[in-house]
């Protein structure tokens, strides 16, 4: 019955925990103090988590259904590497939003893929409760539909024209012009348009009520609005390409890969300047420092920021082959998703991530596990390694958040390293 006006985001969190923590303290009878408990509290994150699990299991098995070839030991593997995903396996420990945000995305994901889009649009409102940004997800959900009805039509055009197979980023300049012609000519057809919303309509309404709740709020944060200012913040898209690598590395930065990079550059010198160029100019008008990633020295943010990008004014500039490099070798194990629904999912991401002022890694964990669950599932040893590897970050992470505690001046509290 508190409200702390410094929460940005809705109660959705604590509304699930007084669902389960109210009738479970009435049948064992506890009261007081244990009923809203630190441990009572996080357990519903352990709930959550219990479910992700589930759910990911779930979405592997229904987005690759068609590829004979992955064994279950395969698709429950990968579903153990993602549901110890460092960012998002920490804060399953912790009172926070994360979890159930993921959770109740994932679940609208799912019944998207399953073509139940009422049940898709209520999960997706239950995500925006928790928080708002998930709205961005809903509206990827619809992407989804709308991609599928648009990849059908583009097969069927070239099948009127005799052409083999659909043209994928990889076409030359040609190929995404006749793409843009096919877009406009669909998207014009007034019976398309018709169809497309009779599809999507429960997404539209959910979308409706979200401005509608932007129009009476004022903005889409509720409480403390100073240290939340959306922004461009364009080389927010170059730290998740960054952290997708970095946390992708197996499938991501191997030999093969680099090598068919540095081939592709050499065949395509004047796009990847072009490039380059672009994205420097991004870095010098777009970059943004929140307060609290230069105060804040818990965060592993405030570390990388001092460590990596204050070293020198040009280091923001020196990165840039690398943006160049994750960018391609994301994209690149995008390629057998159809261009209809890559161009849908990279607006999303633009949308959720772009926005935000402060460099913060929990908003990179939906766009990298939605990216994961749609890329072809590696090898055995890849996923090992990947399994390996994020096993060895909680420990260390759970091992300075246990053991490495500190103080600041002036303050009594312990303060703890976390992400």
């Not at 396996?89 to 939003?97: D, I, M, S």
């Not at 012009?177 to 429960?202: C, D, E, G, M, S």
């Not at 009520?209 to 200012?229: K, L, P």
């Amino acid at each position: 019955l508190q409200w702390d006006p410094m929460i940005t985001t809705l109660p959705g969190l604590y509304l699930v925990s007084v669902g389960v923590v109210k009738p479970t303290a009435w049948f064992f009878g506890w009261t007081g103090s244990v009923v809203c408990s630190v441990g009572m509290l996080r357990f519903i994150n352990l709930l959550f988590s219990a479910g992700n699990f589930y759910l990911l299991y779930l979405l592997l098995f229904k987005i690759h259904q068609k590829n004979k070839a992955v064994s279950g030991f395969q698709r429950i593997l990968s579903t153990l590497t993602l549901a110890v995903f460092p960012t998002l396996y920490f804060f399953t420990f912790l009172y926070y939003t994360d979890p159930g945000s993921v959770f109740f995305t994932l679940f609208a994901y799912l019944m998207c893929l399953y073509g139940n889009h009422k049940m898709s649009a209520l999960l997706g409102f239950c995500g925006f409760m928790f928080r708002q940004t998930n709205i961005v997800w809903t509206v990827f959900c619809a992407g989804n539909v709308v991609a599928e009805k648009l990849n059908e039509a583009w097969k069927t055009e070239l099948q009127k024209k005799k052409d083999e197979k659909i043209p994928s980023r990889k076409g030359s300049f040609s190929h995404l012009i006749r793409i843009l012609q096919f877009l406009i000519k669909y998207l014009t057809l007034p019976k398309n348009l018709v169809l497309l919303v009779a599809l999507t309509w429960p997404y539209i309404v959910l979308v409706t009520v979200f401005f509608g709740f932007v129009f009476t709020n004022g903005g889409i944060v509720v409480g403390d609005r100073s240290s939340h200012e959306a922004c461009l913040h364009f080389p927010q898209l170059f730290y998740f390409l960054s952290f997708t690598v970095f946390f992708s590395f197996p499938h991501l930065l191997t030999p093969t890969k680099i090598k068919r990079f540095l081939l592709s550059l050499r065949k395509h010198p004047v796009q990847y300047s072009l490039i380059a160029v672009i994205s420097m100019f991004l870095i010098w008008k777009f970059t943004y420092v929140h307060k609290y990633l230069l105060a804040d020295n818990r965060h592993y943010t405030f570390y990388v920021w001092r460590k990596v990008f204050q070293r020198h004014e040009l280091v923001k500039y020196l990165l840039v082959p690398v943006y160049i490099f994750a960018g391609w070798s994301f994209a690149d194990t995008l390629k057998s998703k159809s261009i209809f629904w890559i161009l849908v999912y990279f607006v999303c991401v633009l949308a959720v991530t772009v926005p935000q002022k402060l460099l913060e890694f929990r908003y990179f964990i939906l766009p990298f596990l939605i990216y994961r669950l749609n890329i072809p599932l590696p090898s055995l040893y890849r996923q090992l390694l990947e399994l390996a590897f994020y096993i060895v970050v909680n420990a260390v992470t759970f091992y300075l958040f246990l053991n490495k505690t500190f103080q600041w001046p002036n303050n009594d509290e312990i303060q703890r390293f976390m992400w």
